[in-house]
């Protein structure tokens, strides 16, 4: 059974630091992209970085980027997510995700999510 489970959520001030953690477990060979997403209270899930597995190529949001770093530890089947000067929107749920397949419009298809881990940040 595959799963993801996330940690390092918390509170934390404007302007600081948090690292999250997402460590996979279960059939995870196939995977080509694990990546993260966030749902902020009354808003839609949206999208925040992705990391290929094999070649290790990197895609921010617009709003994130230039803030936040992703990246992987293969041999611990673990990917980081470091979130530098957060801002009060910054606020959410995040989620990790996992894809091994693609749809027809070259997207990856996140068929594995985690439950989430509470990010809050105060002004």
């Known amino acids: 059974q595959v799963q993801l489970v996330e940690s390092g959520g918390g509170l934390m001030q404007a302007g600081g630091s948090l690292r999250l953690s997402c460590v996979a477990s279960g059939r995870t060979e196939n995977w080509n992209i694990m990546g993260w997403f966030r749902q902020a209270p009354g808003k839609e899930r949206e999208f925040v970085a992705r990391?290929?597995?094999?070649?290790?190529?990197?895609l921010y949001s617009s709003s994130v980027k230039g803030r936040f770093t992703i990246s992987r530890e293969n041999a611990k089947n673990t990917v980081y997510l470091q979130m530098n000067s957060l801002k009060y929107e910054d606020t959410a749920t995040y989620y990790c995700v996992a894809a091994y397949r693609w749809d027809s419009g070259g997207r990856p298809l996140y068929e594995y999510w985690g439950q989430g881990t509470q990010v809050t940040v105060s002004s």
């Open positions: 990391i290929s597995l094999p070649e290790g190529i990197k």
